[in-house]
């Protein structure tokens, strides 16, 4: 098993390289998306493990947009 910690805008990447897992912080929240492309990628479709790809880094950049973590005070603010 070859297990790669990684940003996950590089996931199909890895699983073109051969990763059969990864560790990134989003795939506790959006796990499929990973899924469907280490599926796609192991089934020799690569353009749909891309399109898979572009979706997650897609939905990581709206969520990312004002900054890569939540700040002590924002949480105590709600």
Do not use: W
Not at 13 to 23: E, K, R
Request: overall charge positive; charged content about 20%.
């Amino acid at each position: 098993m070859m297990i790669y910690t990684l940003c996950v805008q590089v996931l199909a990447g890895a699983f073109a390289l051969g990763c059969d897992s990864a560790i990134a912080t989003s795939l506790n929240m959006l796990p499929s998306p990973s899924f469907r492309m280490l599926a796609a990628m192991r089934n020799d479709r690569a353009s749909e493990a891309l399109q898979e790809q572009k979706k997650l880094s897609d939905i990581i950049r709206v969520i990312t947009h004002n900054g890569k973590c939540l700040k002590k005070s924002t949480l105590h603010n709600t």
